[in-house]
């Protein structure tokens, strides 16, 4: 969770919503190497994440096996493939929650514009911050306010946060995720009183108030009705012209419905471990795919 | 994982394009049909065919149905999808051939029960039509068999057609001064306009079989820029 992740991060950060030189990783006090090359960054922009040869274990089982991949700013990224494949496995290496899990570990390279993830003077917690995460079922903290609910990353990042500061962040964040007009009358009620798919874009507009550079999402909406799902499909097509996106999904017509570019993981049988079979446009893999294994999938001839 | 899943979408699938592609066979019949009714000025044969144009109306509406009732269930992709778009296009294809049939068949009763035929050129479009006709069925075999090089195959026979064509209209200029010989020859010109149109449809039918295996649609040949 982002703000659990947000937690140990050591430095404060006085305006959580400034534009300049956040969502850095050289925030991080172990980084900074890379904090002269934050400062010249002139405001945000969504950034590249470069995935070289990744193997993803638990203990000894392989879980994920040699992915490479290039994944774009300002584009809807789809993982999917059947379960078990390691597309969520994957996403979590992604911001280095994959760690979390005992016994986990990782190899390869993962940079976010260059700068490697896995760094050992890269501080985990402060990859979290920059690359956010929302979870297939809503976790608002439910008897916190929705306020609260979004300031509460904020809460544990910064020493000081002037409550007009904050104020403007919750209703930024709460308007980016189409939420706002909703709930700007019950601030203070209680995050768990919203519907599933308004908690979904409550625990958006969470990940947002930091201003991550990318969001990863596991199933954001296989919790939801199709109505909330739709909700989330636009507000995943308009956080793309700020974030670079990644979507773990299920579901094949919202992959090609909600992503620019798809990928395909599969797995030869249980127990061996997953890989990246094909990616592309997904206009592409969804018209005219490159490998009949990708074919069969897509098409439901199997999984 | 069952060894093929969605059996029986995809059994949906088959039957549907062989529904589909049979509207070539009845294609093939009308056009048979209507050479006959050409050959010895059959006027009743060719009111047959004009009514029998309802079955492959109707073969045209019903597959077309059930074709856009999987698009709207079953959310067909990749291979699946160029099949269904193709299939769409084909029956196209099929009810426009059908209707070229009815065109040629209605043409017969206005030159009346004893025209003063033109021997050579009643054998030219007989010869057109079996052109044709041959063209419907490699175009049927080029889909079953999902061949792109029959299919490609179908622009050099559909270029006998088209010389053919040309042969009529230069024959229906030296035909003579004759008025009724005259108005006869404009009658087999529309005539034969119809099965060159007809023979275009299978060429096209082509082109969708070049889509469903490759993926990517261009036109065998282009009416407004061609090659040749």
Same mark, same amino acid.
């Given at each position: 969770? &982002?703000? =659990?992740?947000?937690? *140990?991060? *050591?430095?404060?950060?006085?305006?959580?919503?400034?534009?300049?030189?956040?969502?850095?990783?050289?925030?991080?006090?172990?980084?900074?190497?890379?904090?002269?090359?934050?400062?010249?960054?002139?405001?945000?922009?969504?950034?590249?994440?470069?995935?070289? =040869?990744?193997? &993803?274990?638990?203990?000894?089982?392989?879980?994920?096996?040699?992915?490479?991949?290039?994944?774009?700013?300002?584009?809807?990224?789809?993982?999917?493939?059947?379960?078990?494949?390691?597309?969520?496995?994957?996403?979590?290496?992604?911001?280095?929650?994959?760690?979390?899990?005992?016994?986990?570990?990782?190899?390869?390279?993962?940079?976010?514009?260059?700068?490697?993830?896995?760094?050992?003077?890269?501080?985990?917690?402060?990859?979290?911050? &920059?690359?956010?995460?929302?979870?297939?079922?809503?976790?608002?903290?439910?008897?916190?306010?929705?306020?609260?609910?979004? =300031?509460?990353?904020?809460?544990?990042?910064?020493?000081?946060?002037? *409550?007009?500061?904050?104020?403007?962040?919750?209703?930024?964040?709460?308007?980016?995720?189409?939420?706002?007009?909703?709930?700007?009358?019950?601030?203070?009620?209680?995050?768990?009183?919203?519907?599933?798919?308004?908690?979904?874009?409550?625990?958006?507009?969470?990940?947002?108030?930091?201003?991550?550079?990318?969001?990863?999402?596991?199933?954001?909406?296989? =919790?939801?009705?199709?109505?909330?799902?739709?909700?989330?499909?636009? &507000?995943?097509?308009?956080?793309?012209?700020?974030?670079?996106?990644?979507?773990?999904?299920?579901?094949?017509?919202?992959?090609?419905?909600?992503?620019?570019?798809?990928?395909?993981?599969?797995?030869?049988?249980?127990?061996?471990?997953?890989?990246?079979?094909?990616?592309?446009?997904?206009?592409?893999?969804?018209?005219?795919?490159?490998? *009949?294994?990708?074919?069969?999938?897509?098409?439901?001839?199997?999984? | 994982?069952?060894?093929?899943?969605?059996?029986?979408?995809?059994?949906?699938?088959?039957?549907? +394009?062989?529904?589909?592609?049979?509207?070539?066979?009845?294609?093939? @019949?009308? %056009?048979?049909?209507?050479?006959?009714? /050409?050959?010895?000025?059959?006027?009743?044969?060719?009111?047959?065919?004009?009514?029998?144009?309802?079955?492959?109306?109707?073969?045209?509406?019903?597959?077309?149905?059930? %074709?856009?009732?999987?698009?709207?269930?079953?959310?067909? /992709?990749?291979?699946?999808?160029?099949?269904?778009?193709?299939?769409?296009?084909?029956?196209?294809?099929?009810?426009?051939?059908?209707?070229?049939?009815?065109?040629?068949?209605?043409?017969?009763? @206005?030159?009346?029960? +004893?025209?003063?035929?033109?021997?050579?050129?009643?054998?030219?479009?007989?010869?057109?039509?079996?052109?044709?006709?041959?063209? @419907?069925?490699?175009?049927?075999?080029?889909?079953?068999?999902?061949?792109?090089?029959?299919?490609?195959?179908?622009?050099?026979?559909?270029?006998?057609?088209?010389?053919?064509?040309?042969?009529?209209?230069?024959?229906?200029?030296?035909?003579?001064?004759?008025?009724?010989?005259?108005?006869?020859?404009?009658?087999?010109?529309?005539?034969?306009?119809?099965?060159?149109?007809?023979?275009?449809?299978?060429?096209? @039918?082509?082109?969708?079989?070049?889509?469903?295996?490759?993926? %990517?649609?261009?036109?065998? +040949?282009?009416?407004?820029?061609?090659?040749?």
């Amino acid at each position: 969770m &982002l703000g =659990a992740a947000t937690k *140990k991060q *050591k430095r404060s950060d006085s305006e959580p919503g400034a534009e300049t030189g956040r969502g850095e990783m050289s925030e991080s006090r172990p980084t900074p190497a890379t904090s002269t090359e934050a400062a010249a960054v002139p405001g945000r922009r969504a950034k590249t994440i470069e995935v070289r =040869a990744v193997d &993803l274990f638990y203990g000894d089982f392989q879980a994920v096996e040699g992915v490479t991949m290039t994944i774009e700013p300002n584009k809807v990224t789809a993982l999917i493939g059947s379960s078990g494949c390691g597309k969520t496995t994957f996403l979590r290496s992604l911001n280095r929650m994959h760690e979390l899990t005992p016994g986990a570990r990782v190899q390869g390279e993962v940079t976010l514009d260059g700068e490697d993830i896995y760094d050992g003077r890269v501080d985990p917690v402060a990859v979290r911050r &920059l690359i956010g995460m929302v979870f297939q079922q809503p976790n608002p903290f439910p008897t916190m306010s929705i306020y609260d609910n979004v =300031a509460a990353g904020l809460n544990l990042n910064a020493k000081k946060v002037s *409550k007009t500061q904050k104020d403007g962040v919750v209703e930024r964040s709460l308007r980016g995720a189409h939420l706002w007009e909703e709930v700007k009358d019950r601030l203070d009620k209680p995050g768990g009183g919203l519907s599933g798919g308004q908690q979904q874009r409550l625990c958006i507009a969470r990940a947002i108030a930091v201003e991550p550079e990318v969001l990863l999402m596991d199933e954001p909406c296989s =919790a939801l009705d199709p109505v909330a799902t739709l909700a989330v499909e636009d &507000l995943i097509a308009e956080l793309k012209n700020r974030y670079t996106i990644v979507v773990v999904t299920h579901n094949m017509q919202q992959a090609a419905r909600a992503s620019d570019v798809t990928a395909f993981f599969n797995l030869d049988e249980t127990g061996k471990p997953g890989h990246l079979v094909e990616m592309g446009p997904t206009e592409e893999i969804f018209t005219n795919p490159k490998k *009949k294994e990708t074919e069969d999938y897509v098409s439901g001839r199997f999984g | 994982m069952p060894e093929v899943a969605r059996a029986e979408y995809l059994e949906e699938l088959a039957n549907l +394009e062989a529904s589909a592609l049979g509207g070539l066979d009845l294609v093939s @019949i009308a %056009l048979g049909r209507t050479l006959e009714a /050409v050959e010895h000025q059959d006027v009743e044969l060719a009111q047959l065919v004009v009514a029998d144009d309802d079955r492959i109306d109707g073969r045209y509406l019903e597959v077309h149905q059930a %074709l856009i009732t999987l698009l709207a269930t079953q959310s067909p /992709v990749a291979t699946d999808l160029r099949l269904i778009s193709s299939l769409l296009h084909v029956l196209k294809n099929i009810e426009r051939m059908g209707d070229q049939c009815v065109n040629v068949c209605k043409v017969i009763p @206005i030159s009346g029960n +004893e025209p003063p035929a033109d021997r050579e050129m009643v054998e030219l479009i007989l010869k057109m039509g079996r052109q044709t006709k041959a063209l @419907i069925m490699q175009a049927k075999r080029a889909f079953e068999g999902r061949d792109v090089e029959m299919a490609q195959d179908l622009v050099r026979q559909d270029d006998v057609v088209d010389n053919l064509n040309r042969d009529c209209f230069r024959l229906a200029l030296e035909l003579g001064d004759d008025a009724d010989k005259r108005e006869w020859a404009m009658t087999m010109l529309l005539a034969a306009r119809a099965l060159e149109r007809t023979a275009d449809n299978a060429v096209d @039918i082509g082109e969708q079989v070049a889509f469903v295996v490759t993926g %990517l649609f261009r036109e065998f +040949e282009d009416a407004s820029h061609p090659s040749a």
